[in-house]
């Protein structure tokens, strides 16, 4: 291989390197979005629960 081709592949895996890198922290934000929506749902029944504890 001639030094521009090893140049080239370096170049293509860290392209790889960065696109795996954003893959992994599109899909831990994606995670974290759920994770907190299904607290806010736990949070709101909580609340719906509190506040018909108090009617009776």
């Known amino acids: 291989m001639s030094k ?3 140049r080239k592949g ?3 895996d860290e ?8 893959k992994k922290k599109d899909e ?3 995670e974290d ?3 907190h929506e299904e607290k806010e749902e736990k ?3 909580a ?3 509190k ?3 108090k009617k009776v």
Do not use: L, P, Q
Not at 15 to 22: L, N, P, S
């Open 51 to 53: 506040e018909k504890e």
């Open 28 to 30: 831990r934000k994606k």
């Open 10 to 12: 370096e170049k293509k």
């Open 43 to 45: 949070r709101k029944t």
């Open 15 to 22: 392209r790889r390197g960065k696109e795996e890198k954003k």
């Open 4 to 6: 521009e081709d090893e």
């Open 33 to 35: 979005e759920e994770d």
């Open 47 to 49: 609340r719906k629960s």
